[in-house]
């Protein structure tokens, strides 16, 4: 049930970033052939309103068909109605609306996150103790609830604090069955404490949920841009990677954790093929922006060849990329599975 869910959650978001492409299209006046989610062979079609909604075999992508901007259409779209013929700032305008829409999606999300669920906050309450670890060690178990850590007040700062410092002791006060016990938890240099705390939310204004819905919506973005630093410094492995079957295995992880954790992921996932989508790379919505940025500058169009050939090694090397990713994913499914077991419980 997760796998599906999954998917169709992803679905949703691939339906975001077409919806707007095609929106920003109809309303520059752009003749919109085909509104498709997937690829491959037709399963389902409907036209409606001289475009034809379709739903194909493999569900990891979608496309919108224009006028004029398929050179194989048997006859040259009308004039008023094609891509070609509008200015470069429509054009650029109709391709970024993709991303920006799903970008926007994900920063909504994370608005109704805020302000219906509210922010999330560390619980004194321990949810879990890891098995072995030096809290279990210091006879800490599920259900306690921290009362002190070290001499100071406790305050959600002190539990972070709690969880990434690397002193060798820490005194901890506790509460169990309305009874007060102390207790030290004792650890080597980096050795991870072994306790997941509940979340406690406080739900957010209007104007407070907006605000901190853009934090986290810049933060993902960040986080896009420092995850591809990472790998392209060689600091993380290709078997790291995940594509779409790593991705519907994560969200459906994520899926049996909760309504919280999934809509987070489903927020993260849209920012993150928004901005991926606009990095300058022939075949991506970047790609083509990037062209007509070009033909801004020059005054004159990219030639047909010249686009040809970047669109081909583009090809190449995205569909080489796609070959290993998915075999990664397959290869390390059960070691994923076991992975996400560990983290999520």
């Not at 520059?28 to 389902?44: K, T």
């Not at 739900?203 to 853009?214: H, T, W």
Request: glycine share 8%; aromatic share 10%; charged share 15%.
């Amino acid at each position: 049930m997760g796998i599906i869910i999954a998917i169709m959650a992803l679905g949703i978001v691939i339906v975001a970033h077409e919806f707007g492409h095609m929106m920003v299209a109809k309303k520059a006046g752009v003749g919109v052939y085909e509104f498709s989610i997937g690829f491959g062979p037709r399963l389902w079609s409907k036209k409606f309103r001289d475009t034809v909604y379709s739903l194909r075999l493999l569900p990891f992508g979608g496309f919108v068909k224009l006028a004029g901007m398929d050179d194989e259409e048997d006859k040259p779209a009308p004039k008023e109605v094609s891509f070609e013929a509008k200015s470069v700032w429509v054009r650029s305008g109709i391709i970024a609306a993709g991303s920006l829409t799903n970008i926007l999606f994900g920063f909504l999300i994370f608005c109704f996150f805020y302000g219906v669920i509210g922010i999330p906050e560390l619980d004194n309450v321990i949810q879990k103790v890891a098995p072995a670890s030096p809290a279990a060690i210091a006879n800490l178990q599920a259900g306690d609830i921290i009362l002190q850590v070290g001499e100071g007040q406790l305050t959600e700062n002190v539990l972070k604090e709690l969880l990434r410092v690397t002193e060798t002791s820490m005194p901890i006060m506790y509460q169990r069955d309305n009874e007060t016990f102390r207790t030290e938890i004792s650890r080597n240099q980096n050795q991870k404490l072994g306790i997941l705390f509940d979340l406690k939310f406080e739900r957010q204004g209007v104007l407070k949920a907006v605000i901190v819905a853009s934090k986290t919506t810049y933060q993902s973005i960040y986080l896009v841009f420092q995850s591809l630093y990472i790998l392209v410094s060689g600091q993380a492995r290709m078997s790291d990677m995940a594509g779409p079957i790593g991705l519907v295995q994560l969200t459906s992880f994520q899926y049996t954790q909760g309504l919280i954790p999934f809509l987070n992921m489903i927020a993260l996932i849209s920012v993150s093929l928004g901005v991926i989508n606009l990095l300058p790379i022939p075949l991506l919505d970047g790609g083509f922006l990037f062209f007509l940025m070009v033909e801004v500058i020059r005054k004159k169009a990219v030639s047909k060849r010249v686009l040809t050939v970047c669109n081909n090694v583009s090809a190449f090397l995205l569909i080489s990329l796609s070959v290993i990713i998915w075999t990664n994913d397959v290869v390390h499914w059960q070691e994923r599975v076991v992975l996400f077991k560990n983290i999520f419980g």
